[in-house]
Nanobody, 115 residues
Framework: QVQLVESGGGLVQPGGSPRLSCAVS????????MGWYRQAPGKQRELVAH????????NYADSVKGRFTISRDNAKKQVYLQMNSLKPEDTAVYYC????????WGQGTQVTVSS
């Protein structure tokens, strides 16, 4: 059973640069396309970034392009999201998951952008 544990969130000032981490246990991590998702209050969960299994190709939602960077370490079975130039509208619970696999969601990590 694949389990996902996100960490690294918190209260951040506008313009801040936190780094989120996601530890994956179970399964074969290096086979997965991994993504970071977020869900803001009252909104649906959205995919903000994803990265191919080898880590060489990444894609971003327009809302975060140029500010967020996704990366992964297959040896450590972790995926990361470096967030820069944060805005209040980035406030959300952030989740990681493997695309197209339908694994259970983790608890997520709350990112609140506020002064």
């Amino acid at each position: 059973q694949v389990q996902l544990v996100e960490s690294g969130g918190g209260l951040v000032q506008p313009g801040g640069s936190p780094r989120l981490s996601c530890a994956v246990s179970g399964g074969i991590f290096s086979n997965y396309i991994m993504g970071w998702y977020r869900q803001a209050p009252g909104k649906q969960r959205e995919l903000v970034a994803h990265i191919n299994n080898g880590g060489s190709i990444s894609n971003y939602a327009d809302s975060v392009k140029g500010r967020f960077t996704i990366s992964r370490d297959n040896a450590k079975k972790q995926v990361y999201l470096q967030m820069n130039s944060l805005k209040p509208e980035d406030t959300a619970v952030y989740y990681c998951n493997a695309l197209y696999r339908n694994y259970p969601w983790g608890q997520g990590t709350q990112v609140t952008v506020s002064s």
